[in-house]
């Protein structure tokens, strides 16, 4: 069982900066693959990134290639989504998941999910 609980969202200007974390119960931390998605107002849960246990492996969504960047502690047990350049389209729900094996943008292939955090872009 994993339970996990995203911080570190609110709300920031366009071309801002904002850095995700989400932590991790549990003592086998990593050997999770973790995700992040994000659910727009009106729209379905889409990927944004993901790493695999070691985090020698990580995945992005095109939409946030070259602005946000994923990593983890396995020392923390804690996985962040550093977010750069954020655009008013940014704007969702994140959310953070894990699964036991390597997954990577399907999210039904996730087995645990945390409540989610804001991310507003505005001016």
């Known amino acids: 069982q994993l339970q996990l609980v995203e911080s570190g969202g609110g709300l920031v200007q366009p071309g801002g900066s904002l850095r995700l974390s989400c932590a991790a119960s549990?003592?086998?931390?990593?050997?999770?693959?973790m995700g992040w998605f994000r659910q727009a107002p009106g729209k379905e849960r889409a990927f944004v990134a993901a790493?695999?246990?070691?985090?020698?492996?990580?995945y992005h969504a095109d939409s946030v290639k070259g602005r946000f960047t994923i990593s983890r502690d396995n020392a923390k047990n804690t996985v962040y989504l550093q977010m750069n350049s954020l655009k008013p389209d940014d704007t969702a729900v994140y959310y953070c998941?894990?699964?036991?094996?390597?997954?990577?943008?399907?999210?039904?292939?996730?087995?645990?999910w945390g409540q989610g955090t804001q991310v507003t872009v505005s001016s």
């Open positions: 998941a894990a699964a036991r094996r390597l997954v990577v943008a399907n999210a039904r292939e996730y087995e645990y």
């Open positions: 549990g003592r086998t931390f990593s050997s999770y693959s």
């Open positions: 790493i695999s246990g070691t985090g020698s492996a990580t």
